[in-house]
């Protein structure tokens, strides 16, 4: 993906990214404090919102690959099940039943399958939400603090298994054509463990960036620091 | 009782329930869109719009009947087509005094939630038509109240269709107009009989509606 001079005015600030270009099939995060324009501009590359000005070149990617799991996630008024297959009927792709019962597994709600998905914690809807975006194998999946409402056990197990099937089929375990993840997160530890690379924000500009180890050990802006003494 | 129901009587059920279910049917074909595609547009002169579709929304059935009626009378723009003192008559009254009410409530429920359905949408790859589909599945129980209000105002509507309709006996003649005919002649026992049989009809809709809403959402698995 290439952004070039993207430009988004909101109510309270104003987003502008000159330059960007996020090759493929690496996990990358998103870093930065509350209002920074993490969000926006997450939106903004998954489509949802529309750029007052400036390009994103998809490198040929269709909306159908790209995915985005929102931090409060929209689920259907419907049964667990039927948000999770959600994607797939979209595609009219018949769902494996052995895939379902692979999502809900590693979600914990097999037992839940038919509940009302409303009716499920925040944590499991997020769960929920994160399996649902994974079940049709977008290439580009954009993830928004859907860690949020989860245990730390939960957490540990999402990271595990993102960083598995990022190049790996997730039921036959064979390697897969790499994935590229793009995560927000305001919990270091997520992405120190899971990102290769990081950028951070601040007042809606990408101030700096690089190797998520080297960025965060020996930050190099002053506006980092401050940020990671906070941490 | 059934000295009560006779032949008359059950056409005017008849064309009572004719006359309903057809103006909250076309209504629904009308509001539902113009509700989804108020919510969806930007213009000059939209807040104009639904400021008018508000006060259509509490429009005295009386006037749209006078309206519906210069249409239509011999010598108005519409008198060609002999409508008026018919059915279609009474039901192009009901459409015009219900379908501001449906684009009413569907336009302030998508207010609530349309963009967040709306981003989902775009974050799960469906196209135009899908997010249509999405957005009336997820906003259908406003719908489906959308569509009781509407049925429950033409159920007991009779100022704009005593205008048009002309309450002729074996042809316009429906229960609340009838109503009103038998509390004018005194004849109260048949006016309370028939009263009694519009709110079972009214109750039994509503039943009947809520059944096929559940049996929907539990057969919708063409997956």
Redesign the interface.
């Given at each position: 993906m290439k952004i070039t001079d993207l430009k988004k005015k909101l109510d309270k600030f104003s987003l502008d990214i000159k330059s960007l270009e996020i090759p493929e099939g690496k996990i990358y995060g998103i870093i930065g404090p509350n209002g920074c324009g993490k969000t926006t501009a997450m939106k903004l590359m998954a489509g949802v919102m529309k750029p007052d000005s400036g390009k994103i070149d998809y490198c040929g990617l269709t909306p159908r690959d790209i995915t985005m799991v929102l931090r409060k996630p929209y689920l259907l008024h419907d049964t667990v099940e039927r948000n999770l297959i959600y994607p797939l009927k979209l595609r009219k792709i018949k769902p494996d039943i052995t895939l379902i019962d692979h999502y809900l597994e590693i979600t914990g709600l097999t037992d839940y399958r038919n509940k009302y998905a409303l009716t499920l914690s925040g944590g499991e809807q997020q769960k929920l939400a994160l399996a649902r975006a994974l079940i049709f194998s977008p290439k580009l999946i954009l993830i928004d603090e859907a860690f949020s409402n989860m245990d730390i056990e939960s957490v540990a197990f999402f990271e595990d298994y993102i960083l598995k099937t990022q190049t790996e089929d997730p039921l036959t375990k064979t390697p897969s054509e790499p994935k590229t993840f793009i995560i927000i997160s305001h919990q270091l530890s997520n992405i120190k463990r899971m990102c290769e690379y990081t950028f951070f924000m601040h007042n809606g500009e990408i101030i700096t960036s690089g190797e998520t180890d080297k960025l965060l050990s020996s930050p190099d802006n002053d506006k980092l620091k401050q940020y990671l003494n906070y941490m | 009782m059934f000295e009560l129901l006779d032949r008359e009587t059950l056409g005017i059920i008849i064309l009572t329930l004719q006359m309903t279910l057809l103006s909250t049917a076309i209504s629904l074909v009308l509001g539902v869109p113009l509700g989804l595609w108020l919510d969806r547009v930007n213009f000059k002169g939209k807040s104009i719009l639904v400021l008018i579709n508000r006060t259509l929304m509490a429009s005295p059935p009386v006037v749209i009947g006078l309206v519906v009626y210069l249409l239509l009378m011999r010598n108005g723009p519409f008198g060609s087509l002999g409508w008026l003192f018919t059915l279609q008559a009474m039901v192009i009254a009901q459409v015009l005094l219900l379908t501001p009410i449906i684009c009413g409530i569907v336009y302030t429920a998508s207010q609530r939630s349309s963009s967040?359905?709306r981003?989902?949408a775009?974050?799960?790859?469906?196209?135009k038509w899908?997010t249509q589909v999405l957005l009336i599945?997820?906003l259908?129980?406003e719908i489906y109240f959308a569509a009781i209000t509407g049925f429950g105002r033409a159920m007991s509507e009779v100022g704009a269709i005593m205008i048009v309709g002309g309450n002729i006996r074996y042809h316009t003649r429906v229960m609340t107009t009838t109503i009103s005919l038998l509390r004018n002649r005194g004849e109260i026992n048949q006016a309370i009989f028939l009263g009694a049989i519009l709110m079972l009809i009214a109750l039994a809709i509503q039943i009947i509606a809520g059944i096929l809403r559940k049996r929907e959402?539990r057969t919708d698995?063409n997956?």
């Open positions: - | 967040h359905i981003s989902f775009v974050t799960m790859g469906a196209t899908q599945k997820e259908g129980n959402r698995e997956y």
